[in-house]
């Protein structure tokens, strides 16, 4: 070793490596939000500001106009539980979301096979599935409405030439009935998007998985429950929680359809909430209604992911 004399630096010796400023620092810390900025701005304006003012008009007194009349404290609260149609419409629309929702998904299940097979035509059979979900939701509906119209409808004629019923039936102007047929509608709806998030987690299962099955001499059934449906949480995940929250908020199939009658019998929150805001011109109780709904959902998701313990997907 050699000596070195004081206040002389050792060439040989590594520079000290300079330490960034605060500047600087800050600046590297603040370089993503150049990229996160606009999500960020487009999420505060187009979900976090509508749900702000939501519940901010539900604690004020709104004419029919529009104008404010001032600050109603819980109110609105108060008198939307009071309403006596509340709880037969809220259990009304869990029973719809849920059948709605589970109908869908075992469906979509069986023709996410189907697409996902290989047959002639099957690139055709693919387009048709999706063009109810491309078309619009509203002209859907209408569609089904003219079917079973129960003078020149052709459900009712087919069924009479099939000797099914006797004569016509006016199928939307029973409550069951029509919450039938609406929860049809909604499942015809909704099955395209859902089956093609099946398929895409189809086509992300190795082949060699089921190679391996075949070799340990696996059967259908046993290969189907034991990899395929494992290896497809993640995307049923995703389709149950899109469903569940589409459904949920779902307005023109019952407004088309029934909208809502006979009375409130064929009513889900969201029509229920709309008839308050412009049939009863009671815009803040309407609010209160849609923080209600708002608060709904996310219990129900919440308690759908709790189920279907989804932190295990995401490890």
């Known amino acids: 070793m ?20 605060a500047a ?3 600046g590297r810390a603040l370089a993503p939000l150049l990229w996160l900025g606009p999500a960020l701005v487009l999420i505060a304006v187009v979900v976090l500001w509508p749900v702000v003012e939501m519940v901010r008009t539900s604690l004020l007194k709104i004419s029919s106009s529009g104008v404010t009349l001032g600050s109603t404290g819980s109110r609105n609260y108060l008198d939307l539980f009071d309403e006596t149609d509340l709880i037969p419409v809220v259990l009304r629309t869990l029973l719809w979301v849920a059948g709605v929702v589970a109908i869908t998904m075992v469906l979509s ?32 509906a209408l569609v089904w409405k003219w079917m079973l119209d129960n003078y020149s409808g052709l459900v009712n004629r087919l069924l009479l030439d ?5 004569h016509p039936v006016n199928w939307l102007a029973h409550p069951g009935q029509a919450m039938l047929w609406m929860m049809w ?25 089921y190679e391996a099955a075949r070799v340990d001499g696996a059967g259908t059934l046993r290969t189907y429950f034991g990899i395929t449906l494992p290896l497809l949480r993640p995307s049923v995940l995703i389709a149950s929680i899109v469903n569940v ?19 409130h019998a064929t009513d889900t929150t969201t029509t229920f909430m709309y008839k308050i805001a412009f049939f009863d011109q009671n815009v803040g109780e309407s609010a209160a209604m849609a923080v209600v709904n708002f608060v709904l959902i996310l219990v129900m998701v919440l308690l759908y992911l709790r189920a279907s313990r989804w932190r295990e997907e995401i490890r």
């Open 109 to 140: 299940l069986a023709l996410g096979q189907l697409l996902n097979a290989r047959f002639p035509g099957r690139r055709l059979v693919r387009w048709t599935v999706i063009v109810p979900w491309a078309a619009s939701v509203l002209m859907t």
């Open 2 to 21: 050699h000596d070195v004399k004081p206040g002389v630096r050792d060439l040989g010796a590594p520079a000290p490596r300079s330490r960034p400023s």
């Open 245 to 263: 929250i589409n459904v949920f908020n779902s307005f023109p199939i019952i407004w088309t359809m029934t909208q809502g009658g006979p009375g």
């Open 185 to 209: 509608v909604a499942v015809f709806v909704s099955l395209p998007f859902t089956s093609f998030v099946i398929l895409a987690g189809l086509q992300t299962i190795p082949g060699e998985v």
């Open 24 to 26: 600087r620092r800050a």
């Open 162 to 166: 099939l000797h099914v019923i006797d």
